[in-house]
C-alpha cells in the first residue's frame, strides 16, 4: 500500500488532491472547490451557508427593494405578457369567455336567468378582468407598454415584489371601477395594473433623484388619453386608470422606503396589507350598495 498517496476528493475518489476544504476539512479536487476569502471551500458547503454564520441569501446581491438580484431580471414581465396573450386567444377560441371573466358588478345576461358579477360573489373578475384584452391592438399596446415600464421596474424591485405591485395595482384598479362604475358596465385590460407600474416608476425615479421630466411627460399623456376621448371601440376606464395609478404609488413608497434589515421586509408587507384591506372595504361598501337594490 502507497501511504505516500494523496487522498482522493470527496466526490471523486479517483482523483488525487493535496487541498482541502477549510471548514470541513474534506479533500477537493479543482471541479470541487470555490475559492473562499482564505483557501478553498467544497461545493457543499458554499450550499450550506457563506461561511459566516448566515443563510447563503445573506450575502446575495439585493435590489434597491431588497429582492434578490436575479439572473433574468425581466422573467416576470415576460411570463405577465405570455399570459395576456394566451387569454387572448382563449377569447378567441371559446366564445363567450370575456363575459364570464370581464369586470361586471351585477347583471343577467337573459331574461330569467340569475343574477351575475362581483356582487353576487364572482370576486374572480375583479383580477380575472385584468388578463382580458378583446381586440389585437389593444393587447399589443398593453404589452407593448409593460415590457418598457415594467422591465426596468422588476430589475429595481425584484420579482416578488414587483409581482406584488403588478397585482396590487389591477385590483386597486379594478375596485374603483367597481366602486364608480354602473354595475353593468363591461371592463377589461390591463391598463390599471399598467398604470400602477406608471405610478411606481415616478415613484422610483424620484427616490433615485433621475431626471424626472421624461416620466413626467409619459404620465401625462397617460392622462390625456384617459380623460380625452379618442373614438374607436373601446371606451377608456378612467376608473381603472387613476384607481391602478394611485395604488402603484403608494405601494412603491412602502417598497422603496428607506429602511433596512426586518424593519424594511416589515415596512413592506405592512403597506402591501394596508393597500390591500383599503381595496377590500371599497369592494364590501359597493358589495353591500348593489345588493341593497334586489
Known amino acids: ?46 450550499r450550506e451557508g457563506s461561511g459566516t454564520g448566515h ?31 394566451a387569454v387572448f386567444l382563449a377569447m378567441l ?10 369586470l361586471l358588478g351585477r347583471y343577467v345576461e337573459y331574461y330569467g336567468a340569475p ?23 389593444h393587447v399589443f399596446s398593453n404589452m407593448l407598454a409593460l415590457w418598457v415600464i415594467g422591465g426596468p421596474l422588476e430589475a429595481a424591485l425584484g420579482r416578488a415584489r414587483y409581482l406584488a405591485l403588478y397585482l396590487l395595482s389591477g385590483l386597486g384598479g379594478s375596485a374603483l371601477v367597481y366602486l364608480l362604475t354602473a354595475p353593468n358596465t363591461p371592463t377589461l385590460g390591463a391598463s390599471g395594473a399598467i ?3 406608471l405610478g411606481a416608476t415616478v415613484v422610483l425615479a424620484r427616490r433615485l433623484r433621475y431626471e424626472l ?9 397617460m392622462l390625456l388619453i384617459t380623460f380625452v376621448p379618442l373614438g374607436g371601440s373601446l371606451t377608456v376606464s378612467w376608473q381603472a386608470h387613476i384607481g391602478g395609478l394611485v395604488t402603484g404609488a403608494l405601494v412603491a413608497l412602502g417598497l422603496l422606503a428607506p429602511a433596512t ?21 371599497l369592494i364590501v361598501v359597493r358589495t353591500s350598495e348593489l345588493s341593497a337594490l334586489t
Open 93 to 102: 377560441a371559446v366564445p363567450g369567455l370575456a363575459v364570464r371573466l370581464e
Open 1 to 46: 500500500m502507497d501511504t505516500d498517496r494523496l487522498p482522493g476528493c470527496y466526490r471523486h475518489p479517483d482523483r488525487d488532491t493535496g487541498i482541502r476544504c477549510t471548514r470541513c476539512d474534506r479533500p477537493v479536487c479543482p471541479e470541487c472547490r470555490v475559492d473562499a476569502s482564505v483557501g478553498f471551500q467544497c461545493v457543499d458547503c458554499v
Open 261 to 281: 434589515g426586518s424593519r424594511r421586509t416589515l415596512v413592506q408587507a405592512g403597506t402591501c396589507a394596508a393597500v390591500f384591506l383599503l381595496a377590500v372595504v
Open 115 to 137: 343574477l351575475e358579477g362581483i356582487s353576487t360573489g364572482q370576486y374572480h373578475r375583479l383580477l380575472t378582468s385584468v388578463f382580458l384584452h378583446v381586440e389585437w391592438w
Open 213 to 221: 421630466r421624461p416620466v413626467l411627460i409619459t404620465l401625462g399623456l
Open 195 to 197: 398604470c400602477g407600474l
Open 55 to 85: 443563510s447563503r441569501a445573506a450575502n446575495a446581491p439585493r435590489t434597491l427593494a431588497g429582492g434578490l438580484v436575479a439572473a433574468d431580471p425581466q422573467l416576470v414581465t415576460k411570463i405577465l405578457i405570455g399570459i395576456n396573450a
